[in-house]
């Protein structure tokens, strides 16, 4: 299950392969600077870890031009099927911790209802998956 947001630097604008992608003569260059942060929140959302497939450019305003030039520029890399974002895993929130986040606040809140509902003795929510 995928995140309802994704980590965006506040400098993004300055960092050093976002400026190099800019300075591209590209025409593409903007548009393959709008798929970058596009990725990044679809693979967020998606919970790929940072994956992008083949089959995912149009959903992030991508072409194989834009795939190319943000791998020329060290922000994806080439995988079997589609890319992955560079240093997404260090990042970002990789889906196994998330979900194991949401299950220990899934616990939590089943126990702290059953607290409140059957008493502090007991222990119904334990059988809570």
């Not at 593409?28 to 959302?45: H, M, P, T």
């Not at 790929?48 to 030039?69: E, N, S």
């Not at 895993?89 to 939590?108: I, W, Y």
């Amino acid at each position: 299950m995928g995140l309802p947001w994704v980590r965006l630097d506040a400098n993004i604008a300055t960092h050093d392969k976002i400026l190099a992608l800019l300075a591209d003569p590209s025409a593409r260059k903007w548009q393959a600077f709008s798929s970058y942060v596009c990725g990044l929140a679809w693979a967020g959302g998606q919970g790929t870890d940072g994956f992008i497939p083949k089959t995912a450019l149009p959903m992030i305003h991508g072409t194989a031009a834009t795939a190319r030039l943000l791998e020329k520029y060290a922000l994806w890399d080439e995988a079997r099927v589609g890319w992955n974002i560079r240093n997404y895993d260090k990042r970002q929130s990789l889906s196994a911790v998330a979900e194991s986040v949401r299950h220990t606040k899934q616990r939590a809140s089943a126990k702290g209802n059953c607290v409140r509902h059957h008493g502090a003795d007991c222990g119904c929510w334990k059988d809570t998956p």
